[in-house]
Structure formats: C-alpha cells, structure tokens
C-alpha cells in the first residue's frame, strides 16, 4: 500500500520558518518525482516544488524560489520542504504527492495529476 504521510505544519508570523516532511512508503523513489502542492481557500490549487527521485533534481514556482528549499532523504524516503521567510499569502493546506512528470513554464511549476497524495497539513501564516 503507498502512503504519503505529511507532518510539520502549523501557525507562524510572517519572516517565520516552517520545515514540512513527507513520509512515503510502499513505492519506490526513482519511479516518481515527489511534489508539494498547495491550496488555499478560494483558489486552484498551486505546484510549490518537485524533487526528482531518480536524480534529485529541484523545481520550484517562482513565488517561493529563494526562500523554500526541497530536499529528500533517500534512506528514510522522506521529503522536505523547508519553508523561509513566509509570508501571508503562503498560508494554505500543503500535500505532497507522488507525480511522473512535472517541468517549469514561464516559472510556473506544473505537476501531472499525482498518481498518489498525502492527506495534506495546514500552515497558516499571520500577519
């Protein structure tokens, strides 16, 4: 069974940081890309950042780039996504997703739909 089990987040003042894990199992890395999505109320939901499982590659949508970072550790088959200097706007339900192809236009990160998702955690950023 593959499970992707998100953790980390939580309510921070905006300049604050956030480090969110996703735990995955039951499939295996180099076969995916594995994905941050996000979602706020009233709106589409966003690629945030993808990590290659084959060759640890890191994307990210221009509206994070320089202040999230993504990372992975193979032997625990965990993601990271380290979260700097947030802002009210980041503020949204996160999931991280396993996804078979993604590329970046325009610095917009687009991510096919996830064969695979995580129940998503909350982070929410005050002003």
């Known amino acids: 069974e593959v499970q992707l089990v998100e953790s980390g987040g939580g309510l921070v003042q905006a300049g604050g940081s956030l480090r969110l894990s996703c735990a995955v199992s039951?499939?295996?890395?180099?076969?995916?890309?594995i994905g941050w999505f996000r979602q706020a109320p009233g709106k589409e939901r966003e690629g945030v950042s993808c990590?290659?499982?084959?060759?640890?590659?890191?994307y990210y949508t221009d509206s994070v780039k320089g202040r999230f970072t993504i990372s992975s550790d193979n032997a625990k088959n965990t993601v990271y996504l380290q979260m700097n200097a947030l802002k009210p706007e980041d503020t949204a339900v996160y999931y991280c997703?396993?996804?078979?192809?993604?590329?970046?236009?325009?610095?917009?990160?687009?991510?096919?739909?996830?064969?695979?998702w995580g129940q998503g955690t909350q982070v929410t950023v005050s002003s």
């Open positions: 039951g499939l295996t890395f180099d076969d995916y890309g």
């Open positions: 990590i290659s499982g084959s060759d640890g590659s890191t």
């Open positions: 997703a396993a996804v078979g192809s993604w590329g970046l236009r325009l610095g917009i990160l687009h991510m096919d739909e996830p064969d695979y």
